[in-house]
């Protein structure tokens, strides 16, 4: 790469660093977990960062005052709570890492509009 520009030989190594952090990201955020419970806290999801959810539980309140079609109800509402912070603390974390490569190389990833 000798008689390659000396901007492209730049913009090829913040390539490559961003394409490494967006790596470590996604490792890092397949490994964190969240978790949410429902406005009642009767019902807490706990989401891994690639969405997998590995624990639901619920108070005891919840079988004594509801029906099955309402704890249905309110998981579905913890899920859909943790998957939202997962998405958001995604969205941070890229957006992040894509700054810094506009900031270093003035080009512009377009990252907002994926979110």
Known sequence: MADVPLAFQDLVKQTE???QQLLL???DLTEME???TTSDGLVTVTMKGDGVVTRVAFDQAVFDERDAESL???TVAAITQATDAVKS???E???AICASFEDA???KT???ALY
Do not use: F, H, N
């Open 17 to 19: 660093e961003m394409r």
């Open 110 to 112: 377009g990252v907002e």
């Open 25 to 27: 990201a996604q490792a």
């Open 34 to 36: 969240l978790t949410r």
């Open 105 to 107: 190389t003035g080009v």
């Open 93 to 95: 974390r890229i957006s």
């Open 89 to 91: 603390l995604c969205a």
């Open 72 to 74: 249905g109800a309110l």
